[in-house]
């Protein structure tokens, strides 16, 4: 009876553990294998490898007897290479953690630049924005929380020594507050030069409905952005700018093209079809208007920030939150690093408007265009996506008289 009873709290810690490392290296997957065709990713990977496999075999007598043989003989330098070789580990796990970054040899000075970042408050907008204030751009920090809002202001420009962030409201659940957003902007700015339509959750299941009628994680994340950016577009045509909607690989997830399925009822596929639209949106930006602005998208990677706060059964919260924090914590990117695909289009001058050069309409992954899914090339698509979301919009806006 012991032994069974052993084996069932294996099992039972097996299982709780597992469960949400299995989820989180599910999540990194395409960003992982992303980095491994870098140079960097090449090289670090094997050696990471090599040094992990070698302590293993070494303090536990597993292993082949080839990789044994380095143990050195003497206890103080066994115990001294085995420090050297874990600090050499961390470090190379947290290179590998991270991916990426944008060369800062690519990025140009960003003085005189105006910078609009959707949920600029928090997680990698609040990185991104940091990150472009400090390259001299002035950045709006749009969100719909004024304390945590200005408070991130406050920090942005004590980090930067001088008033580079501002903060405009933005509560992009309702679509009647993104007319009164661009109006304040207006009336602080003359130009913008590149909008970062970041915003968003990672609701496993959509939270709801709005007021304005549509199902909340497509009127956030697709819905709202959609009508921000067509009201803004005049400003961003003078400046032949950037624009930049943050999307995920979750968008294919969507194993269909009814991407307007279920848009005004609560749904568990809600996130990938955001998702999907952000891509096909960008896509169709670009065909539309790619003689007078350069637009992206990107999968951030999965980063560890309050995007994760899920719901959670409240018998399994005191257990589940904090393992998965946790393991996610030491597996997940971190903002910082999840905003580099975001400052690299923003500030690359790789990814910059130039005339008689076709650039933009491309999705990124690790500061390098990659692969989205094969509906998310559908031009047919992005096409019915962008009309049938001034529909809604015209008939949101009818309503409205």
Not at 110 to 136: F, H, Q
Not at 257 to 279: G, H, I, Q
Request: proline fraction near 5%; charge should be neutral.
């Amino acid at each position: 009876m012991d032994g069974v009873l052993w084996w069932l709290v294996v099992l039972l810690v097996g299982v709780a553990v597992g469960f949400p490392l299995a989820l989180v290296c599910v999540l990194r997957y395409a960003e992982i294998f992303s980095f491994l065709c870098t140079p960097k990713g090449f090289i670090t990977t094997p050696i990471f490898l090599f040094i992990a496999l070698h302590i293993f075999s070494v303090v536990f007598g597993f292993g082949s007897v080839w990789l044994s043989s380095f143990a050195p003989s003497t206890p103080f330098i066994f115990y001294l290479s085995l420090l050297i070789e874990s600090v050499i580990l961390a470090f190379l796990y947290d290179v590998i953690r991270n991916g990426v970054d944008p060369s800062p040899f690519d990025l140009e000075d960003m003085k005189g630049k105006v910078v609009i970042v959707t949920g600029g408050n928090s997680g990698i907008g609040y990185e991104a924005a940091l990150k472009l204030a400090r390259l001299g751009a002035d950045v709006v920090v749009a969100s719909r929380d004024p304390k945590k809002a200005e408070l991130a202001v406050d920090t942005i420009n004590k980090a930067v020594g001088q008033k580079k962030a501002h903060f405009i409201q933005l509560d992009l659940s309702k679509l009647a507050n993104v007319e009164p957003f661009v109006s304040a902007f207006k009336a602080k700015f003359t130009r913008l030069d590149v909008l970062i339509n970041n915003a968003g959750f990672a609701q496993g299941v959509s939270a709801g409905i709005t007021e304005d009628g549509f199902e909340e994680s497509f009127a956030v994340m697709h819905l709202a952005h959609f009508h921000l950016t067509q009201l803004l577009l005049p400003m961003i045509e003078k400046t032949h700018g950037t624009i930049i909607n943050v999307a995920s690989e979750g968008h294919r997830l969507l194993l269909n093209t009814d991407v307007f399925k279920e848009y005004a009822t609560p749904t568990s596929f809600a996130y990938p079809r955001s998702k999907l639209c952000n891509v096909l949106f960008t896509f169709e930006l670009h065909r539309r208007f790619k003689d007078k602005l350069v637009a992206y998208t990107l999968h951030p990677g999965c980063v560890y920030t309050n995007i994760w706060h899920w719901p959670t059964p409240t018998v399994l919260k005191p257990y589940w939150d904090p393992l998965f924090f946790f393991i996610s914590s030491l597996l997940m990117r971190t903002a910082e690093k999840g905003a580099s695909d975001i400052i690299h289009m923003a500030a690359s001058k790789h990814c910059k408007w130039v005339e008689g050069e076709e650039r933009g309409g491309q999705y990124f992954l690790c500061c390098r265009p990659a692969n989205p899914s094969k509906f998310a090339k559908d031009t047919k698509l992005a096409a019915e996506v962008w009309e049938t979301t001034e529909r809604l919009l015209a008939e949101w806006k009818n309503k409205q008289k």
